[in-house]
């Protein structure tokens, strides 16, 4: 137990210092954020004209919730569905199944030292400067700001059970950049990220609400704005612990029918 | 007891016929035909603990799915298989604590990080003790000569490097059984020696028991006093390649084999012993 505790702590270490040889990489990542978080700061802006409150959001709030929603992103995103998916199509999953290790385990945490490695030269120096340039709102009191810590940790997890489970659908289709667009557009959509999910119309909200995709940005988005706080907060944490251990149970269920059903081409 | 043992071993793959043309197309959306293709056809098979076994056949004969069948990759379509007190498919996290692999079309490494980081990471991986870790390396170091190579990342590594820091990989743990599948492929005659060499001291030294998949026949010559050999998914020989030898008549194991691909079975008196024809 402490042995393979020890083992994910060094595939999270390794897969920091991987990065680190990838920094360039990054570089153009803060460019497309960049690009992508002015387009939406004018946009609302001029949606806003007048001082109005559109889906419990004033113009302010407005602002500050797209700027985290990417700054978040820039931080949980990955391309686990992508890695998962080339492991199936190309029958390197053969390899892992020789191992004495949990494959998930250690896809999760070689994502999770991605993470870390993207928190500390993307998220942060990215929100950083744009607090610079254009002031947002910072949470009110210590008590969200931990909150949402653990919100968006929790976001982190849930969006990478959902990548893991858009790569093992690559088994039955066979056809992945469709799988990966689907999940992307999908994500996007339905977490928050494009639009808080209270702008959406009613029937809309019902159905997302019983989805698991708003505890990746809107929920989280929510707390750090102060607009969930106290029991609700605890409310959306208790909800994310329920999205992991169903997520985390359907993955492993995908993962027994594609251990089951494996054929690596060739030979 | 054996060490490895399999009854009626078969596994069967089922291959989705495409219809031709437009109109095919459309009907494939609605009904797919499949057709079974029999790779492994119920072949027994058993090793003793510390034998070396050469396991042959043409391309497409079923070599590599009973590889795959025996390192718990692929589940069988029928048969048992046992290999270590281990069902391999079933108790995969503790038998594959037992195995080392080599797949040599393959790489295990990591391809971006160091291969000596690839190494700590394995050590971790199978709970090497410390020091075990580094006497073996110091061990596969001094015959593969591997020094130059463990602060290179896999990518920059020739074919021979690379198959030499494979091969030291799979042996980190040391494994009980060690599969090889076409460990020399692709490689040149110094490069082959030093792999064999390597191999005849490993199984000397920890009486690893090793299973090769192979199309040089200087593999089975160098290392291998039994060879079993597969053809369409069933057993066509299994016993001692001197037996081959005697019951041919012939000096050279490549004409032999060869004779055998073709369908051939030998002319000289005893066809008995290890011909298994069903």
Redesign the interface.
């Known amino acids: 137990m402490v042995n393979r505790l020890l083992l994910y702590l060094e595939l999270i270490r390794m897969e920091f210092v991987n990065n680190l040889a990838y920094r360039s990489f990054y570089f153009t990542g803060i460019l497309n954020y960049s690009i992508q978080i002015g387009a939406y700061f004018f946009l609302w802006d001029a949606v806003y004209a007048g001082n109005r409150v559109i889906g419990g959001l004033d113009r302010e709030e407005m602002i500050t919730y797209v700027i985290i929603a990417w700054v978040v992103r820039s931080f949980y995103f990955s391309n686990l569905d992508r890695r998962v998916g080339t492991d199936i199509r190309e029958g390197k999953i053969a390899l892992e199944l020789i191992r004495p290790y949990s494959y998930q385990m250690v896809k999760y945490a070689r994502s999770f030292g991605e993470a870390i490695f993207r928190m500390l030269f993307f998220a942060l120096p990215a929100g950083l400067a744009i607090y610079l340039i254009r002031p947002f709102t910072l949470p009110i009191g210590w008590d969200s700001v931990v909150m949402f810590v653990i919100a968006v940790l929790g976001a982190f997890v849930i969006n990478a059970q959902i990548s893991m489970i858009a790569g093992f659908v690559v088994f039955f289709t066979k056809s992945p950049t469709g799988v990966y667009k689907a999940k992307r557009v999908i994500m996007d959509l339905l977490s928050g990220l494009l639009l808080p999910i209270s702008f959406y119309p009613g029937w809309a909200r019902d159905i997302i609400q019983l989805l698991p995709f708003q505890a990746v940005s809107y929920l989280p988005n929510m707390i750090y704005l102060g607009q969930i706080s106290g029991a609700a907060a605890f409310k959306v944490l208790g909800l994310q612990v329920f999205w992991i251990t169903v997520l985390g149970l359907l993955a492993h269920l995908f993962w027994r029918f594609a251990v089951k059903h494996v054929v690596i081409q060739g030979g | 007891m054996k060490l490895i043992e399999a009854r009626g071993l078969t596994k069967e793959?089922r291959i989705f016929s495409r219809s031709e043309g437009v109109m095919g197309a459309f009907r494939d959306l609605f009904h797919r035909r499949y057709r079974i293709l029999r790779a492994v056809d119920g072949i027994d098979f058993a090793v003793d603990r510390g034998e070396m076994v050469g396991y042959i056949g043409a391309n497409?004969a079923g070599?590599?799915?009973t590889i795959?069948m025996l390192?718990?990759?692929?589940?069988p379509t029928a048969g048992t298989v046992s290999v270590n007190g281990y069902v391999p498919h079933k108790d995969?996290?503790?038998y594959?604590?037992g195995?080392g692999?080599v797949?040599g079309?393959?790489s295990?490494l990591w391809w971006?990080?160091a291969v000596i980081?690839s190494f700590?990471?394995l050590r971790?991986?199978?709970?090497v003790p410390r020091e075990d870790f580094r006497r073996r390396l110091q061990q596969f170091d001094d015959i593969l000569g591997l020094s130059g190579l463990l602060n290179l990342p896999v990518r920059k590594l020739s074919l021979g490097q690379r198959m030499r820091c494979d091969l030291a990989a799979a042996l980190l743990h040391n494994p009980a059984i060690l599969f090889l599948?076409e460990p020399t492929i692709g490689l040149d005659v110094l490069a082959k020696s030093k792999i064999r060499e390597f191999l005849k001291e490993i199984n000397n030294e920890y009486k690893t028991t090793v299973i090769l998949t192979t199309h040089d026949l200087g593999d089975i010559e160098a290392l291998c006093p039994r060879v079993a050999i597969i053809d369409r998914g069933k057993m066509l020989y299994d016993g001692s390649v001197d037996n081959l030898y005697s019951q041919w008549g012939q000096d050279k194991l490549e004409d032999i084999v060869k004779r055998i691909y073709m369908g051939q079975k030998p002319t000289s008196g005893s066809a008995g012993g290890g011909w298994d024809i069903g």
């Open positions: 793959f497409g070599k590599s799915t795959k390192t718990g990759i692929l589940v995969r996290e503790s594959t604590r195995i692999v797949f079309q393959r295990q971006d990080i980081e700590k990471l971790r991986i199978y709970d599948d």
